[in-house]
């Protein structure tokens, strides 16, 4: 009797310091308690659940949710129990010019179980990895690059013109052609050539039936990610039991991508290890290349002492596998996505593509095609010409290829932002689609309007404003590693096409951007019509 009454004493009692410890865990600490507490929230669940992101981030709506809860709350807003959202230039470059680690939702850009660069949470393995290739994507080697320069003249004079002059054909039906497919196939021809080399490259532009498979796997890859980035441990705890969130093609789609790209990274090892490339020739694999050498002299300086010794050094045929799956995606649908749109808006007015040839008539040599074959401009003499930069970046402002937010760590024991201390471990983040919306900076920032990037479109301190605001490729140590090559590869492509071609439309329904982390028509499609110039 004794013994039942002290258990009956008991098991209420460690009930009720169960039930009050929770309560002051996940609710009265981080209400009242939490330096996060005096942070505003744009719903009051915020404070205690997830709940409201992750509803935006399931639903494809969280770039527009958190531009509407910034103009509502402030520049610096909690999102959840252990998140906060920035959208202040101060506040970017605290974070990301800080150096802060990436959050373990990049975990999922993993390849083949082994990190990437674009992957590597901590920022020493990442400027590790960075070393190694960023010189071949600086603005300076993409210019003076014969190896790149070779490959642009074969992609554009053998690939994609003849595509747009075959298309002018009147026996072409129905009229137009479909510029985004077209366009992420040039995108992909570009990159996979500079990791590959041209001989084993994609070779997108002329095989369409490949390339339309292709993009259907990228796109059920793309659209499933949620609950592996979100709910890593639920998913993981599910799939134990053999429940999977996810769609079981999902994962069979990104099995065949990657076969696909394991191969193409395997034959160009090969053809490596059995001969020197041909330096400055079009199959000189610059990046594969590259990395190869970098992984050697990681190997021989550091060792086994390599902070990437046990995923890159170890595995160094996954490793660039891994890195140039990463290039490659990431290469092939954001520039695609600027092409679509730049094309889009010229194609809107005839006067606009008149003044952009105008300008790029100016090139010398010029790449008005004669003999069937265009000169290649002087990468320098591309790269001045003020209307082509206007047009493609004020595309990048508001049509933000990769326009999510992009998540970091806040480093223990906390750091000061917007006037709030936020504790260390907190996800905290920025995006391009938001601070691409600041009506300061931008007036009238749903408008398209190149003219805000022109040297007499606005006066010296609009156009400052907006340059410090203008955030289409991130920026501090972790920025776009091919913002460079992206840039150089949308101008040649464009002025190729608009030295010799006028565009119009013919089909634009569902040129809404979507709302995702790398947002692209809804659509997936945009028909034009092309009209050869006469010589």
């Known amino acids: 009797m004794a013994i039942e009454n002290l258990a009956g004493f008991y098991y209420p009692t460690i009930f009720c310091i169960i039930a009050l410890s929770s309560l002051y865990h996940y609710v009265l600490h981080p209400l009242f308690f939490s330096p996060l507490a ?153 990159i996979s050539a500079y990791c590959f080399g041209i001989r084993r490259s994609a070779n997108f532009i002329k095989n369409k039936a490949h390339r339309e498979h292709w993009l259907k796997l990228y796109t059920t890859r793309k659209g499933y990610g949620f609950f592996a980035q979100e709910l890593p441990r639920l998913s993981e705890a599910l799939g134990y039991l053999g429940i999977s969130l996810t769609p079981r093609w999902v994962g069979a789609a990104n099995r065949e991508l990657e076969t696909w790209c394991k191969e193409l990274s395997d034959i160009t090892l090969r053809d490596l290890r059995e001969s020197v490339p041909e330096l400055g020739s079009s199959d000189d694999p610059v990046v594969v290349r590259t990395l190869l050498a970098g992984y050697e002299k990681e190997k021989k300086t550091h060792g086994s002492a390599s902070p990437i010794h046990s995923t890159t050094i170890m595995n160094p045929e996954l490793s660039v596998a891994s890195e140039v799956f990463d290039h490659i995606l990431a290469g092939q649908e954001t520039t695609g996505v600027v ?14 593509q008149k003044d952009l040839r105008d300008e790029l008539l100016s090139l010398r040599p010029s790449m008005v095609s004669q003999n069937g074959r265009m000169a290649m401009p002087d990468p320098k003499q591309l790269h001045g010409l003020p209307k082509l930069h206007a047009v493609i970046w004020e595309t990048i402002r508001r049509y933000a290829p990769a326009g999510g937010p992009e998540p970091r760590v806040v480093p223990s024991p906390s750091c000061r932002i917007g006037g709030f201390e936020i504790p260390g471990g907190t996800r905290i983040s920025a995006s391009a689609y938001n601070l691409h919306r600041d009506e300061r900076a931008f007036p009238i920032s749903e408008q398209w309007d190149y003219t805000r990037w022109l040297p007499n479109g606005v006066d010296n301190s609009s156009r400052e404003n907006a340059t410090k605001q203008f955030w289409g490729f991130s920026s501090g140590g972790r920025m776009c590693l091919g913002s460079n090559f992206a840039t150089h590869e949308i101008k040649l492509t464009i002025a190729a096409i608009y030295s010799n071609f006028t565009s119009h439309i013919v089909d634009d329904r569902g040129m809404e951007q979507t709302d995702m982390y790398t947002g692209h028509p809804k659509s997936n499609a945009l028909h034009l019509r092309f009209e050869k110039i006469p010589a």
């Open 38 to 190: 005096r942070i505003p929230t744009p719903h009051w669940t915020c404070s205690i659940s997830d709940a409201w992101i992750l509803y935006a981030r399931y639903r494809s709506r969280e770039n527009a949710t958190l531009l509407a809860a910034h103009r509502r709350c402030g520049h610096v807003v909690r999102v959840g129990p252990r998140e906060v959202s920035v959208d202040s230039v101060e506040a970017v470059k605290i974070i990301y010019q800080g150096g802060f680690d990436k959050h373990a939702w990049y975990s999922v850009f993993d390849n083949f179980g082994v990190p990437c660069m674009f992957s590597s949470a901590h920022s020493r393995h990442h400027s590790i990895r960075k070393r190694m290739v960023s010189n071949v994507y600086s603005k300076s080697y993409i210019s003076n690059s014969s190896s790149q320069a070779a490959q642009a003249d074969h992609i554009l004079n053998s690939k994609l013109i003849p595509v747009l002059e075959a298309s002018v054909s009147r026996n072409q039906a129905p009229a137009g052609i479909d510029v985004h497919s077209l366009f992420c196939a040039v995108a992909m021809d570009f």
């Open 339 to 352: 092409l679509t749109y730049l094309s889009h808006h010229l194609s809107q007015s005839l006067e606009l």
